[in-house]
């Protein structure tokens, strides 16, 4: 065990709230758990050698900062703001955030923060896959702050929901969303986490669809600098269910996301777009990972990653389908362009198929730009540099065009494209 | 004079294509090129493009008052050479639209001209789309991602008509075209014929000189120009083939008439 986690188990004793049943087998399990190295196949790629003997005081109210949270423009979400992980109010449109109590919320969505919420499950994925999801478990452990939320059966909550977390101090923290989407109701949930201060911090969201729901879900992870960072999004899809999620990723000292997603109820649909662009000496690491437990499901994963100058990207996606789960269909693509020969890939599909008549289909690359779009380009007048900057970028642009929602795209590309051309004059 | 090909010789692959051609267009003229499967007339309009691989061996190429072969591809397109594509490439990811604003403000940049402003460009765009019959849905797509054919040969000349370059090769741009599509295309090409603008339509067939009527004729078999004439002698090929090629009956005239 580090130091790190030692003080981890030594925090987690002293919690003491209603969940602290619950937290108290978490506790058991992370205790079994050993530290990761590099000989731990989910850690590999990803050492942890920075977070080992790290010592950061607990978030409190204290850190957090004035300044306002940038609105997505044109999304007009309804917005939870969390600073280093701290509960700091709901806002509409830019405005001061006010206290859960005092939001007015659309019909059909309810909010509660974590610890005023009772009968909240902890987390089945870090149950299911202790070993898998070490940081999950730290952060069920810890995690005081956070939000459940219900749509309720039936209703359409238009307005995109957006749980936004600030980086702002050098501290640690934890905190976590519960999303029950209900029967046939429809929402939008964008996790939206920035910051690129000397903090380490874990993120968990669970979604659980129920039957004939749809969800549109965004989630960004776009930390930078001395950040280290822990997150996932786990979703359990229940019959006829269809999810549309976008990952957007940018790297970190430590950056590591887990997707999981579990097909529980027949007929259940998942698109899953991941995009990321690292900067020099970022770390990205994303694990995905899909679970077809029962038949006709569906599946299309596709991520596609630019890695610059000594930047580390690693991507494993995970399909697994179970005995029962006939008539699958799963698609998995990961496609990654490398910029200098400092830069670093690790990609890995992993396909475990127990069905026989299922539909599977897997592929990954790193790719050098093809001379024949160029050459096109360049018969065009356009300079065979700016030519280039054009296709790198049409290589993530195609995924963000896929974005069903405009506002959101419309706002991200133009920073994707800033942070690209940055990268391409290093 | 518009451009003068000298005694071209080039290869790919270390394979010698062309071998030795003479070709000469003024301003305002249409040249066809036919000829054979084979006799290197994709060749052509990749050399004079500069397409890596082809590598010119010997000959000089002269355009507007430039040594052409010194050029870079883009700086070919610069100085208002234009290349239709057989098989244009699909790009997604790269929108038509921004792709195309791009080209036409960097050619008019090097012309010495102000750059068209977004609400300028997707006037002309709009404009331009309508004359080949492209919805404008297909200018938001990816650079001809999912376009058949017909429309891809139809976004590139609708390039050709937003860039208006000074001499424009046309690669078979007939192939695979249904008779209304081949009509598109012929008249966006005939929209643009000023008596200033120069074009090098190459075809097997002569079904599309029925609809662009060119000034001259050029029959080009392995890798040199056999026979040139007037509009005549495209029917006479429709007539009776490239066969009296082997024949050895070829007047073989080395370069074109002008």
């Known amino acids: 065990m580090s130091e790190w986690l030692a003080s981890v188990v030594d925090r987690a004793e002293r919690v003491d709230d209603w969940l602290s049943p619950a937290r108290q087998q978490a506790l058991q399990r992370l205790l079994e758990q050993r530290w990761p190295t590099r000989r731990t196949e989910a850690w590999r790629y990803t050492s942890l050698h920075t977070l080992e003997k790290l010592q950061l005081p607990l978030a409190s109210a204290a850190e957090n900062s004035t300044s306002e949270i940038p609105v997505i423009d044109g999304l007009q979400s309804l917005d939870f703001v969390f600073e280093n992980g701290q509960f700091v109010g709901v806002a509409e449109a830019g405005h001061k955030p006010q206290p859960l109590e005092q939001a007015r919320l659309p019909n059909g969505l309810s909010v509660h923060a974590l610890l005023d919420s009772a009968n909240t499950e902890l987390s089945a994925f870090n149950k299911a896959k202790p070993s898998h999801h070490l940081f999950g478990l730290v952060n069920d452990v810890l995690a005081q702050q956070g939000l459940v939320i219900h749509i309720k059966a039936g209703a359409t909550v238009a307005q995109p929901i957006r749980v936004v977390n600030r980086l702002s101090a050098d501290v640690e923290s934890h905190h976590r969303v519960l999303v029950v989407v209900g029967e046939g109701a429809k929402a939008t949930v964008i996790e939206h986490g920035f910051g690129s201060c000397a903090s380490v911090s874990t993120a968990f969201a669970e979604f659980t669809l129920a039957a004939n729901s749809q969800l549109e879900h965004y989630r960004f992870a776009l930390h930078g600098g001395e950040a280290q960072f822990f997150g996932g999004s786990h979703f359990n899809l229940g019959e006829h269910a269809r999810l549309n999620s976008t990952v957007v990723g940018y790297g ?51 991520a596609r990653g630019i890695v610059g100058d000594k930047a580390r990207a690693v991507f494993n996606g995970r399909i697994h389908i179970h005995r029962d789960a006939q008539k699958t269909l799963a698609e998995l693509n990961n496609r990654n362009l490398l910029l200098s020969r400092g830069g670093h890939i690790a990609t890995k599909p992993e396909l475990e198929i127990y069905a026989d008549d299922v539909q599977c289909a897997h592929g990954a690359t790193v790719a050098e730009i093809a001379e024949k779009e160029l050459y096109y380009l360049q018969t065009r007048g356009i300079p065979r540099s700016q030519a280039l900057v054009m296709l790198n970028f049409g290589f993530i642009q195609e995924l963000v065009n896929q974005m069903p929602n405009k506002a959101i795209s419309e706002w991200l590309a133009p920073q994707l494209r800033e942070r690209f051309t940055a990268m391409e004059q290093k | 004079m518009m451009l003068t090909i000298k005694d071209l010789q080039a290869s790919v692959e270390d394979k010698t294509i062309l071998k030795g051609l003479n070709l000469t267009v003024n301003a305002g003229e249409v040249h066809a090129i036919m000829g054979p499967n084979g006799a290197g007339k994709s060749t052509l309009g990749y050399v004079l493009s500069g397409r890596e691989g082809y590598e010119v061996e010997q000959g000089k190429v002269d355009f507007d008052g430039h040594d052409l072969l010194d050029m870079e591809v883009d700086e070919r397109a610069q100085a208002g050479l234009f290349l239709a594509f057989q098989y244009p490439v699909e790009i997604p990811g790269v929108s038509n639209m921004e792709f195309m604003k791009e080209s036409v403000n960097t050619v ?121 004439g007037g509009p005549e002698l495209a029917k006479e090929v429709e007539a009776s083939g490239y066969a009296w090629l082997d024949n050895g009956d070829a007047t073989a005239t080395q370069g074109a008439t002008a």
């Open chain 1, 252 to 302: 970190s000292q430590i950056s590591r996301l887990d997707i999981d997603l579990n097909h529980v109820g027949e007929h259940a649909y998942a698109k899953m777009n991941a995009v990321y662009l690292l900067a020099p000496k970022e770390h990205f690491d994303l694990h995905t990972s899909i679970e077809h437990m029962v038949p006709n499901g569906t599946t299309e994963e596709n």
């Open chain 2, 108 to 228: 008019r940049k090097a012309r010495g001209e102000e750059p068209y402003t977004a609400a300028e460009f997707l006037k002309i765009a709009k404009a331009a789309s309508q004359q080949v019959n492209l919805p404008l849905d297909f200018l938001k797509r990816g650079v001809n991602e999912g376009f058949s054919g017909g429309e891809k040969k139809r976004n590139e000349i609708m390039q050709m008509i937003l860039l208006e370059p000074k001499l424009c090769i046309l690669d078979e741009s007939d192939s695979g075209l249904d008779i209304d599509a081949l009509k598109v295309v012929a008249d966006g090409v005939n929209s643009q014929r000023d008596g200033k603008r120069s074009f090098i339509v190459v075809t097997h067939y002569q079904r599309l000189l029925d609809f662009i009527e060119p000034d001259f004729v050029h029959i080009l078999a392995d890798g040199k120009i056999v026979k040139s």
